[in-house]
């Protein structure tokens, strides 16, 4: 997996796709949150799950659907009393569901480990994708830090292939907001 650090990158940089009216800071945050939440699942080691069940590490909570579930319950607990509920909870799940995925996707991009079990409990089989470019980081953060030139090497690579393109795709997307509503504003 990538570190927890980059997952939440990730999943806040989805919160610059919700609308302006949103109190995006406070989303961001919670964008960053879920979508580092898959890898809870490392606990189930602790209960003898292996790697490969279905419940196992990069197993169910790295699927589709528990996006789907985790997405729907949090639009809805955020944003049910609102009065415009209806479209709140919409984009909020979308946005949602998209950073909770992005986790399935960058696991399913390194280049170790199992693959991401992106569809049970549909389908039990574990997905790499093609390109695998980003190096797979310890599950335990002491081991992470006990090796500090794997741990260099490792932030080294997440920010060539995960940090660079998500900074040059949020500059690009802000600025070509930005021009945007200076041209609304002017007509
Ligand atoms: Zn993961």
Redesign the pocket.
Known sequence: ?PTAMTHAAVGAGFGQFLPRDFPVGRLSLYLALVSAL??LDVLAFRFGIPYAAPFGH?GFT?SLLFALILATATALALFASRRDAGRACLGLGFITFFAVAS?GFL?AATDAGLGVGFFIPFDNHRYFLPFRPIETSAVNPAVFLAHPSRAWAILSNEFRWVWIPLLLFTGIFQGLSFGLRKLRNRC
């Open positions: 997996m898959p890898d990069r790295h986790h696991d």
